[in-house]
């Protein structure tokens, strides 16, 4: 099982970049995003879950990140919109086998596998 990231790179603040995270040697239930600062813990950006067909986000990209699943491709895409500076981060694609409940959906150990990251750096 292998999720691989990609689509990261140098922006500039209000430019778009969209993210692709592509699953191999299974299909998932529950996909999702994380992120991580340097110097800053990992938090949690979006989850996509199959049971309920819907999107949650956290608040801070609520409004600009637009997470979305082909499932011909066994792909989620991570389409974000007016970057900031503050976004710049390494950008890590997940996935969860099995349901997810909501309470567990921004924790990290809540998912099975994990992407390589990609970094997006957003330029002031």
């Known amino acids: 099982v292998q999720l691989q990231a990609s689509g990261g790179g140098l922006v500039q603040t209000g430019d778009s970049l969209t993210l692709s995270c592509t699953a191999s040697?299974?299909?998932?239930?529950?996909t999702g995003w994380f992120r991580q600062a340097p110097g800053k813990e990992r938090e949690w950006i979006a989850t996509k879950r199959q049971s309920d067909s819907n999107t949650y986000y956290t608040d801070f990209v609520k409004g600009r990140f637009t997470m979305s699943k082909d499932n011909a491709k066994n792909t989620v895409y991570l389409q974000m919109n007016s970057l900031k500076p503050e976004d710049t981060a390494v950008y890590y694609c997940?996935?969860?086998?099995?349901?997810?409940?909501?309470?567990?959906?921004?924790?990290?150990?809540?998912?099975?596998?994990w992407g390589q990251g990609t970094l997006v750096t957003v330029s002031s």
């Open positions: 040697g299974r299909t998932f239930s529950t």
């Open positions: 997940v996935a969860k086998r099995n349901r997810i409940i909501l309470s567990d959906i921004n924790r990290a150990g809540a998912y099975d596998a």
